[in-house]
């Protein structure tokens, strides 16, 4: 047994998951709220709560980005065409015949294609999105300061941050929908907690 | 069946609960039932020990008979040689305003107001609120120095009266005020009054400013008696047994000049508080104390509003927060109606506030007011005398300056006065009517409209085509007083909601008030769509796999 | 069988939750009135005066003074209290539900809210009758009845004063039988 078990997310990692996870899920409830979707914590306090955590993450991420480099995984997100084909073929048929996962996980590749290819886009479109649009969002009585003012307005910003969350939405809809799709279904999110991957 | 005793048990037991559910709210009442002693009787402040180095009563000068207030103004400009001259320098004197930027005179003098109009004709009357002697008509001269009133301001005793019809001078003589009410006003003693002068308390100040349009609170709404001896949940800065400002705390004066006017509002002051001793361009503003930036630790994101946003609009959730209330509109149309028996009459509204007088029409009061609010730079161009209007439209007696997203301009808690008035049909302007006195071409004394716009126009130099009507008008009044304690201030979401406070308010992007329909359909659809996607995707590998088991 | 008892015992938890849920807004009404607090005021004390069936005034309390006495701000809060000793006597005389005594006097409640509209609310009588009892529940259908009349207003009628009265007793407003609510 313990033959076919990968190590494969170290403690930090897994620490950055989970707490990334809670500070984006509370604040697309926070977000959401301040939108004017509906009335959970009051304006004020989602409002409080929604930054709070938008502070948090950008802290989480510097220690992040400096243990990506430090450890060398960031090379886990540098996309590859290769086998792309072949996983989305196994989503959309594979997977109803009980056909293998093509691809297999292993210390040094832990993301399948697909994987890559929709953590890069998140990294590299919706993160700037979001972070960018809520920066300016957040510093919005400073930009007659920084002389920006005339260039930019509150309602495109906001729009542009909604626009994002959306987006986020999605992807966590997707994102918690594929931990099921190990060969158990709760088996993607025991490694998550465990750091330990037990193979078919 | 067994089954069927548990239930009726369990829905017995859920009617049983529900008196201990009104036990709840009775308990709740008890809590907030007023106490029947009523504490609002404020006790009378004890007379304040004065911090001047000078006992008036030991001054020979002031140890007079005084006969007259001109006699006492003469003698206190024996020892204050400059005091009438600043005085005159004011518009306490003038009743006159220029404005800075566009020139136009604006003050009492010049303009036509919503409530009783122009003083113009109606000196007499109107005058008990000048602070001078004697201004009956436009003859009075403005240059003599023994005619400005110092006691009106000064007087610490709270005898000293200036009624109606006297043009200036307080109660001489025991006098039954108002007519017919059998109440009498007893003359000061003029000699005890000029040995007891102070700085101005609230009182003083109020004598006027409480009572604006004839009636107390009817004018502003935010001033009114209840701040002579206000609670901390009227003004926290006023509040009677804590700071216990007065009104010259932060309208600072200078050289007799009072800081802080409605004519020019200091409406976007910014920068940080200010310290002791130094100059002020406006003293009387709340930054002038409190800074630009006055929120701290969890409350800082609200100076991210200070930039848009006056203080007042927050921290003065609502004004005439009392029984008193104030004068919503005044409706000149209806005056000169008569009662059913053909004879002047009055009516007062459910809460005893006059609602309809023969004499000047009929009024709309309200108590607790909500504001209304508008962008806001402190300017103010008024309708002055003479200036044409469009009978078509509501009538702004005062445009106020000011531009969404201006760097000038905050939003501001206004009180909106609306009302009719007379004007000339065919020159287009508001008129000038002659309305207090006895003689016969007074409003109040023969209630013809006729009559008393012809002199009231003849004493403002104004041609009267002698065709008149009603034309609807508005004044907008800054709301700026009776400041609540912070924990009254409006919560977020008053404002950060669809239907709060500040929905009419043109723009500003609001979070939770704005937002782009087009785009939350498009992103509630992909949601929705993504969530139906991966139903139907573990729906069907839920299929697949039981059907591969059933195959097995 | 298990699986019909099952169904049948969720539902019965559904209706009760239900019950819980909406009890409270089954229990009091509130109704938007064209008329500012005052007036409104006013015109509800003077359909109570000409109610007959032994109504009187016995008080107006104002909820928001209590709390302006200590340093806060609230919104106008008027409470109308009214009695009819017709109605109030068989349920005093009667040990088993003289605790109903917590019910009087009969209040009606006026207030402004944040839109800076006038609202009345009051308890629904009837409902609460019906909890205690067929004898309470005739006697609070008559009440219900009767305040249903107390908030039908004639707008041709001028307004009324307001008539401030103490707290159950003395001032005009307790002329009458009130002393015995």
């Not at chain 2, 030991?58 to 103004?73: E, R």
């Not at chain 2, 500040?502 to 723009?507: K, M, P, R, S, V």
């Not at chain 3, 067929?134 to 004063?161: L, N, R, T, W």
Request: aromatic share 10%; hydrophobic share 40%.
């Amino acid at each position: 047994m313990s033959a076919n078990r990968i190590y494969l997310y170290k403690r930090y990692e897994r620490f950055w998951h989970w707490s990334q996870a809670l500070l984006i899920i509370t604040m697309l409830v926070t977000g959401f709220e301040v939108h004017g979707t509906y009335t959970l914590f009051g304006f004020g306090k989602a409002v409080y709560y929604h930054t709070f955590c938008a502070w948090t993450l950008l802290v989480l991420w510097a220690f992040t980005i400096f243990w990506q480099f430090t450890t060398d995984e960031w090379k886990q997100y540098i996309p590859t065409l290769k086998k792309v084909d072949a996983m989305v073929r196994y989503y959309a048929f594979g997977i109803f015949r009980n056909a293998p996962n093509p691809f297999h996980k292993t210390a040094e590749k832990k993301h399948n294609p697909l994987q890559r290819l929709a953590y890069l886009a998140l990294l590299s479109i919706l993160s700037p999105v979001i972070w960018g649009s809520g920066l300016f969002y957040l510093f919005y009585s400073s930009w007659a300061a920084l002389g920006i003012d005339g260039y930019l307005s509150l309602e495109a910003v906001a729009l542009v941050h909604t626009a994002g969350a959306f987006m986020m939405l999605v992807f966590f809809i997707a994102h918690v929908y594929l931990t099921t799709t190990g060969h158990t279904p709760t088996a993607h999110i025991k490694t998550m907690i465990t750091g330990w991957e037990e193979e078919e | 069946m067994r089954l069927k005793y548990i239930l009726l048990l369990a829905a017995a037991s859920a009617l049983l609960a529900m008196p201990a559910a009104f036990a709840q709210t009775a308990k709740l009442e008890t809590i907030i039932a007023p106490p029947t002693q009523a504490a609002s009787q404020v006790a009378v402040a004890a007379k304040a020990e004065t911090a001047s180095t000078a006992d008036h009563s030991k001054f020979k000068a002031l140890q007079t008979n005084f006969k007259s207030g001109p006699q006492v103004t003469e003698a206190c400009l024996t020892c204050h040689t400059e005091a009438a001259k600043q005085v005159q320098h004011t518009k306490h004197w003038t009743w006159e305003s220029v404005d800075a930027k566009t020139g136009q005179k604006r003050g009492k003098k010049n303009i036509i107001n919503n409530y009783c109009t122009s003083p113009i004709s109606n000196e007499k009357d109107c005058m008990a609120c000048h602070a001078g002697y004697g201004w009956k008509d436009s003859s009075f001269d403005f240059a003599v120095e023994k005619n400005v009133d110092c006691l009106i301001c000064h007087d610490t005793t709270g005898t000293y009266r200036k009624l109606p019809g006297d043009a200036g001078h307080p109660v001489y003589e025991r006098v039954e005020f108002p007519k017919g009410s059998g109440k009498f006003v007893e003359p000061a003693d003029l000699k005890k009054v000029a040995q007891n002068i102070g700085l101005p308390s609230r009182s003083n100040c109020g004598s006027c400013h409480f009572f604006g349009a004839g009636g107390n609170g009817a004018k502003h709404g935010d001033l009114d008696s209840s701040l002579q001896h206000p609670g901390k949940y009227l003004d926290v800065h006023m509040d009677e047994k804590g700071l216990n400002f007065t009104c010259v705390t932060c309208h600072v004066t200078e050289k007799h000049e009072v800081s802080g006017s409605r004519y020019n509002v200091a409406a976007a002051v910014k920068g940080p508080a200010h310290l002791r001793g130094k100059t002020d361009a406006s003293p009387a503003a709340c930054q002038s104390c409190h800074s630009d930036k006055p929120h701290s630790g969890r409350m800082d994101i609200l100076n991210t509003h200070t930039a848009k946003i006056a203080c007042q609009t927050c921290h003065i959730p609502e004004y005439a927060r009392n029984e008193i209330g104030t004068e919503a509109s005044w409706d000149w149309s209806q005056a000169t109606v008569m009662g059913a028996d053909g004879k002047p009459t009055t009516r007062k509204d459910s809460a005893g506030r006059r609602a309809f007088d023969s004499k000047k029409g009929t009024w709309v009061w309200d108590s607790y007011v909500i504001p209304e609010y508008r962008w806001f730079n402190g300017d103010s161009t008024y309708k002055v005398i003479g200036d044409k209007i469009d009978p078509g439209k509501t009538v702004q007696i005062n445009e106020i300056g000011g531009a969404p997203n201006a760097a000038d301009s905050r939003i501001w808690p206004m009180k909106i006065h609306r009302g009719k008035q007379p004007y000339d049909k065919v020159n287009n302007y508001l008129t000038v009517q002659h309305t207090g006195g006895e003689d016969d071409t007074a409003l109040w004394h023969n209630y013809d409209w006729q009559k008393a716009i012809g002199a009231g126009m003849k004493a403002a130099g104004l041609p009267y085509s002698g065709e008149y009507a009603f034309v609807s008008t508005e004044m907008t009044w800054p709301v700026t007083h009776m400041v609540a304690p912070e924990h009254d201030a409006l919560s977020c979401a008053q404002c950060h909601s669809e239907n709060g406070r500040l929905q009419n308010i043109a723009g500003v992007y609001m979070p939770a008030r704005d937002r782009n329909r087009l785009l939350d359909l498009a992103g509630w659809t992909l949601v929705l769509l993504s969530l139906a996607g991966v139903l139907i995707h573990g729906g069907l590998r839920i299929y697949t796999s039981k059907k591969k088991e059933q195959l097995k | 069988m298990l699986k019909a008892i099952v169904g049948f015992v969720a539902g019965v938890a559904v209706v009760l939750l239900l019950i819980y849920n909406f009890a409270g807004s089954l229990m009091f009404r509130e109704i938007p009135s064209p008329f500012g607090v005052e007036e409104t005021v006013a015109r509800i004390q003077q359909n109570i005066l000409n109610a007959g069936n032994g109504w009187s005034l016995s008080g107006l309390r104002n909820a928001a003074k209590p709390i302006e006495m200590d340093g806060g701000n609230v919104l106008p809060v008027l409470m109308i209290e009214a009695c009819s000793t017709k109605y109030s006597g068989p349920i005093l005389k009667d040990d088993s539900i003289r605790f109903l005594s917590n019910l009087m006097p009969c209040k009606i409640s006026v207030y402004k809210k944040n839109d800076g509209k006038t609202y009345i609310g009051m308890m629904n009588a009837q409902l609460i009758g019906n909890l205690f009892g067929s004898m309470v529940g005739e006697i609070m259908g008559h009440v219900a009845a009767d305040q249903a009349k107390f908030i039908v207003f004639d707008a041709s009628k001028p307004a009324p004063a307001m008539i401030k009265g103490g707290s159950g007793g003395g001032g005009p407003a307790a002329a009458g039988a009130a002393g015995g609510c």
